[in-house]
């Protein structure tokens, strides 16, 4: 199983970026993803998280109304769009894979698969 995030870089506060979490070697839609984010010295951090058929979506408090989660089955992808960035948005970005029938989507310890991390600086 590979989940492969891309998309990070550095931007001004107020912009946008959009991550894509490219995963292979699992059946994908028969897995809810999550996007999960770790800045330097704190814990690893819920951002966002979708069902297996991407009709049900979940946000941590920090990022409500300015990112959005999507996935596409049929490419094996999971974005994340994020809108009106802030300098506490920096941190690496993980996406995560969730097996199951009970789905916790806010634990990290539910997610069975990780991705390598991009990393997302925010900075004027």
């Known amino acids: 199983v590979q989940l492969q995030a891309s998309g990070g870089g550095l931007v001004q506060p107020g912009g946008s970026l959009r991550l894509t979490c490219a995963a292979s070697?699992?059946?994908?839609?028969?897995?809810?993803m999550g996007w999960f984010r770790q800045a330097p010295g704190k814990e690893r951090e819920f951002v966002a998280g979708?069902?297996?058929?991407?009709?049900?979506?979940y946000y941590g408090d920090s990022v409500k109304g300015r990112f959005t989660i999507s996935r596409d089955n049929a490419k094996n992808t999971v974005d994340l769009q994020m809108n009106s960035l802030k300098l506490e948005d920096t941190a690496v970005y993980y996406c995560?894979?969730?097996?199951?029938?009970?789905?916790?989507?806010?634990?990290?310890?539910?997610?069975?698969?990780w991705g390598q991390g991009t990393q997302v600086t925010v900075s004027s």
């Open positions: 979708i069902t297996r058929s991407g009709a049900g979506t």
């Open positions: 995560a894979s969730q097996g199951g029938v009970h789905l916790q989507f806010y634990n990290r310890l539910a997610y069975g698969y």
């Open positions: 070697g699992l059946a994908f839609s028969t897995y809810a």
